[in-house]
């Protein structure tokens, strides 16, 4: 079955402790994205990739790494959290550009 | 002013209407649309995709846009209660970097 799957789904950590939240998708896809969801704000973008190796900054990259060491996988790096980055998380990958991308279900971050 | 305007709802419809989804835009060099539908606790997945101007049909779903008014549309016909959900509009020029509306929040009674 075609998807892509982020881990952990629900995530309660402390101010400053370093996480990673996975993203893998199985379809071979050049393309990846990670996004943030908030009420009243919408769906924005964090990075992209265009493949391995190849990132570039979305609309709201401070306080995130990313990294594109395969093409299966896309990890989002929170090297120091903080309680403003509390979001509903979302990865998608797509085949080619970002035009027709599938999305994962989602990580609850909150953080304290 | 956000680039990608879209009204937040809620909006309640009958079953069996016919259901009108609107966005706005102002980067006029936006060329690909794409309309996602998101279920509560759920991730967005992809209706239509149209690329430049023109409609899109499938099924009970068109996707229209309007490029000189910067206007795109989503309409769904016969609507169902298992089409409540919260449509997303999107767009982008490169095909990379996607800019999302707010979302609209449609409920479909029975």
């Known amino acids: 079955e075609a998807q892509v799957t982020q881990n952990p789904r629900y995530l309660i950590t402390v101010t400053g402790k370093k996480l990673t939240v996975t993203c893998s998708q199985n379809?071979?896809?050049?393309?990846m994205s990670w996004y943030r969801q908030d009420p009243g704000l919408g769906l924005r973008q964090i990075y992209y990739?265009?493949?391995?190796?190849?990132?570039d900054k979305g609309d709201v990259p401070e306080g995130y790494k990313v990294s594109r060491k395969e093409k299966r996988n896309f990890p989002l790096i929170l090297e120091s959290p903080s309680p403003n980055q509390t979001s509903l998380y979302f990865c998608?990958?797509?085949?080619?550009?970002?035009?027709?991308?599938?999305f994962g279900q989602g990580t609850r971050l909150t953080v304290v | 002013q956000k680039e990608v305007e879209q009204d937040p709802g809620p909006l309640s419809v009958p079953e069996g209407a016919i259901v009108s989804l609107n966005c706005t835009y102002s980067?006029?060099?936006?060329?690909?649309f794409m309309w996602y539908r998101q279920y509560s606790r759920k991730g967005p997945e992809l209706l239509m995709y149209?690329?430049?101007?023109g409609n899109k049909e499938d099924g009970r779903f068109t996707a229209q846009v309007d490029k000189s008014s910067k206007y795109i549309s989503l309409f769904i016909r016969d609507s169902q209660p298992s089409d409540s959900a919260t449509y997303l509009c999107?767009?982008?020029?490169?095909?990379?970097?996607?800019?999302f509306g707010k979302g609209t929040s449609l409920l479909v009674t029975p």
């Open positions: 998608a990958s797509a085949r080619g550009g970002g035009t027709e991308a599938f």
């Open positions: 379809m071979n896809h050049e393309y």
């Open positions: 990739s265009m493949n391995v190796e190849v990132t």
């Open positions: 980067n006029s060099a936006f060329q690909y």
């Open positions: 149209t690329y430049s101007s």
């Open positions: 999107a767009m982008t020029n490169s095909g990379y970097a996607l800019n």
